[in-house]
């Protein structure tokens, strides 16, 4: 990961609607987010995180009405319980950003529509379109799938009204020699390719305000035209900036701003690769480094989606499970930029085979037999030959999550095999000194790699072990001065009933 400013590391989630409740797809989209943020503390960047939710779309007003409620009810209500996901998963955040809270947020959104104004980006004209409510936006007829949305399956609206448009057209050259150059990254290389076979085809101008009518007056007004209100898109994306002060405290914006990752759904990368870009280059500000394209959680192979109505509770099941459980399976299970199909019986077959089996006996055995040795432990270094911590970072620095919490496994397993071989339960003295030493450190280490992964399972692993929280250049066997204090097994297995 290239830095563009050395020791800082300034990452996004997604800003979700809050249409209705969160899913698990917004869960893996969290942890995958906080895996990264927390490998960048590991490494020791000051990190900043934002979230939020994306409040002043079209589809929370339709959603409010359907309810009987009123918008502004809907949104407190939703955004407490993705904010609640956000607290109960262990996202990181620094930074959680409501864009209907007008005065954190919307002096900003003017002031982005303003620059985008003097650049001569903004336009109004008389247009009839096809308009899915569920993506909040416009697609031609060839865009459709038999007359339907590709994403939602839903045949579009047919708007017609005048509205302000951006001149997108204007940056289709710039956008293909960012994307093509590497300087605005898109990961992994198929979303790149994707994204710019799109831009190729010809950038059209788009819609950046709805009718104040046709949104019932909810959301960001334009600047002296309180008949229109921003579109949705134009006014979320620049909680990027806004949550780092941009249009309120411009010494705390000019510390974080450009992002360095931007994590998203497939879903959304013609808005964050595409309009974002060009927005910024209108209003002559600096571009984001890299976009992370995640895949889709699907259940019998099906997209889960809120419009689609095939949700999964995550709060439902990190009250069954445990958080680090759920965390665990979705960066094993779902490598990013793929698809993954989420089951209860593989989540089970992970915490029995891995969890409780691998990483919860290991530390149990260990502490167990280090509790009853009466003499003082210490020894030689002989099991951190068995670490490969390069290719843990390797794959952190390619984003492959999956693989770098598999390269700690790795490890985790060749600790199983050290106590194996050495059957310290038959050894004495100094024997075995040196090979609880080695096992202590080893769990010490274990501790450090998962902590962005199961961060609360590693500090009850550090609880047990009697030392503090590390960083990644405390992976080396040194001086082993914890005072063990063993507690309960880390996970419980799972009587399969699925």
């Given at each position: 990961m290239i830095h563009l400013v050395k020791g800082k590391f300034y990452i996004t989630t997604a800003i979700p609607y809050v249409n209705a409740a969160p899913h698990i797809g917004h869960a893996l989209e969290f942890v995958q987010t906080d895996v990264i943020a927390r490998w960048h503390k590991l490494i020791g960047d000051e990190?900043?995180?934002?979230?939020?939710?994306?409040?002043?779309?079209?589809?929370?007003?339709?959603?409010?009405?359907?309810?009987?409620?009123?918008?502004?009810?809907?949104?407190?209500?939703?955004?407490?319980?993705?904010?609640?996901?956000?607290?109960?998963?262990?996202?990181?955040?620094?930074?959680?950003?409501?864009?209907?809270?007008?005065?954190?947020?919307?002096?900003?959104?003017?002031?982005?529509?303003?620059?985008?104004?003097?650049?001569?980006?903004?336009?109004?004209?008389?247009?009839?379109?096809?308009?899915?409510?569920?993506?909040?936006?416009?697609?031609?007829?060839?865009?459709?799938?038999?007359?339907?949305?590709?994403?939602?399956?839903?045949?579009?609206?047919?708007?017609?009204?005048?509205?302000?448009?951006?001149?997108?057209?204007?940056?289709?050259?710039?956008?293909?020699?960012?994307?093509?150059?590497?300087?605005?990254?898109?990961?992994?290389?198929?979303?790149?390719?994707?994204?710019?076979?799109?831009?190729?085809?010809?950038?059209?101008?788009?819609?950046?305000?709805?009718?104040?009518?046709?949104?019932?007056?909810?959301?960001?007004?334009?600047?002296?035209?309180?008949?229109?209100?921003?579109?949705?898109?134009?006014d979320a994306l620049n909680v990027y900036q806004t949550s780092i002060g941009f249009g309120i405290d411009e010494k705390k914006y000019k510390k974080w701003w450009p992002a360095n990752l931007h994590v998203i759904g497939k879903g959304i990368v013609r808005f964050h690769a595409v309009y974002w870009p060009a927005i910024l280059l209108s209003a002559g500000l600096k571009l984001p480094e890299s976009i992370l394209v995640h895949g889709y959680i699907t259940l019998n192979g099906q997209k889960i989606s809120k419009s689609l109505g095939n949700t999964i509770d995550p709060l439902e099941l990190f009250d069954k499970y445990s958080v680090d459980a759920i965390r665990y399976f979705l960066v094993k299970e779902i490598p990013i930029g793929d698809d993954g199909d989420f089951s209860e019986k593989a989540l089970i077959n992970r915490i029995n085979g891995e969890l409780v089996a691998d990483l919860g006996n290991l530390v149990y055995r260990v502490l167990s037999l280090s509790e009853k040795f009466k003499g003082k432990i210490e020894g030689k270094p002989e099991l951190d030959k068995r670490l490969d911590l390069k290719k843990i970072q390797d794959r952190m620095e390619n984003y492959q999550l999956n693989e770098a919490l598999e390269g700690a496994w790795e490890f985790i397993r060749a600790t199983n095999k050290y106590v194996n071989e050495n059957e310290p339960w038959k050894l004495q003295g100094k024997e075995l000194s040196n090979v609880l030493y080695n096992l202590l450190e080893a769990c010490r280490v274990i501790s450090i790699l998962v902590s962005p992964f199961i961060p609360e399972t590693s500090e009850k692993i550090n609880e047990q072990l009697g030392v503090k929280e590390g960083e990644l250049k405390d992976c080396k066997f040194e001086k082993f001065i914890g005072k063990i204090k063993k507690g309960q097994y880390l996970f419980k297995k799972i009587e399969d009933k699925i």
């Open positions: 990190v900043f995180l934002t979230t939020g939710a994306d409040e002043n779309a079209q589809k929370n007003v339709q959603a409010a009405e359907e309810a009987g409620i009123t918008t502004r009810q809907l949104c407190d209500s939703n955004a407490a319980v993705f904010r609640g996901l956000a607290d109960k998963i262990g996202l990181s955040y620094d930074s959680f950003l409501r864009s209907s809270i007008s005065k954190d947020h919307w002096p900003g959104v003017n002031k982005l529509w303003e620059l985008c104004k003097k650049s001569g980006d903004i336009y109004k004209k008389k247009y009839r379109g096809l308009y899915c409510v569920g993506c909040e936006q416009f697609y031609t007829e060839s865009e459709l799938v038999n007359g339907l949305c590709p994403e939602h399956k839903r045949k579009p609206e047919i708007v017609e009204e005048e509205n302000y448009f951006f001149r997108l057209s204007k940056y289709q050259k710039q956008i293909e020699k960012l994307i093509e150059s590497g300087k605005l990254k898109i990961v992994p290389e198929t979303r790149k390719h994707e994204v710019l076979s799109f831009v190729k085809q010809g950038l059209e101008d788009f819609s950046v305000s709805r009718s104040a009518k046709r949104l019932k007056g909810w959301g960001v007004p334009v600047p002296s035209d309180d008949s229109q209100i921003m579109y949705v898109w134009f």
